[in-house]
């Protein structure tokens, strides 16, 4: 079965400085990966997706992953935390044969100090 | 472009009630999902349909059912609510053919209160 860890529920950087988010992975299949964030009260935005065309993907303000097979991995970075980047942030796999079914993670929250 | 749209929004319920809530994918979507997220258990997935039929199901009881329109509009009932109820519901839609297949729009939820 599918799975994805998060390490660290809790991530607290201050502004300007570097965003890492740990995502890992389990799946005997290649995997289809995904990044959410979710502001207070909101829904799930599509920050970035990993569909095995290139390992390090680009996606919206300024975020990037890259996908390490060896290490079953596709952790969340940015170069310089803003404060509107506080929110929780979920790692996800595309189950295989599931047709649309996400497995996510626990989600991990960023809080940005000044 | 619309994006997904959930009502209510916010609604409170007393166990043993039962609730419905509605779901409208973007135009051009025809696969809806259906995720219960809580502090506890985090998100879960309930359901996905695609051309009013359910094509997946996650693991929650029969108490949780739902249902796809001819217009893709989504619905989904929980009957004999519990405490444990208590979540946001969310709704997801998705393309289901080509580059983009899989990539979930999600809408802002439906918070659900069971007192």
């Known amino acids: 079965a599918q799975s994805v860890t998060q390490l660290g529920s809790h991530v607290s950087v201050s502004e300007g400085a570097l965003v890492l988010l740990r995502c890992n992975y389990s799946?005997?299949?290649?995997?289809?990966l995904f990044w959410y964030v979710q502001y207070p009260n909101q829904g799930l935005q599509l920050l970035l997706k990993?569909?095995?065309?290139?390992?390090l993907v680009k996606g919206i303000n300024g975020f990037e992953a890259e996908f390490k097979k060896s290490e079953t991995s596709f952790h969340l970075t940015k170069p310089s935390a803003h404060m509107s980047d506080a929110a929780e942030y979920f790692c996800?796999?595309?189950?295989?044969?599931?047709?649309?079914?996400?497995?996510f993670g626990a989600g991990t929250r960023l809080a940005v100090h000044p | 472009k619309a994006g997904v749209t959930q009502t209510p929004r916010y609604l409170i319920k007393t166990r043993g009630q039962q609730v419905t809530l509605s779901c409208s994918p973007i135009s051009g979507h025809r696969s809806v999902s259906w995720y219960q997220q809580t502090p506890g258990q985090g998100l879960q997935f309930l359901f996905e349909y695609f051309s009013e039929t359910q094509r997946n199901k996650g693991n929650f009881p029969g108490r949780f059912s739902g249902r796809q329109f001819s217009n893709s509009r989504s619905e989904m009932n929980v009957s004999t609510l519990e405490l444990g109820d208590s979540a946001l519901y969310l709704c997801?839609?998705?393309?289901?053919?080509?580059?983009?297949?899989?990539?979930?729009?999600f809408g802002e939820g439906s918070r659900l209160t069971v007192l």
């Open positions: 996800a796999v595309r189950e295989s044969g599931g047709y649309n079914k996400l497995i």
């Open positions: 990993y569909t095995s065309a290139a390992t």
């Open positions: 997801a839609s998705s393309w289901t053919q080509g580059p983009n297949t899989g990539e979930l729009f």
């Open positions: 799946s005997s299949v290649p995997p289809y």
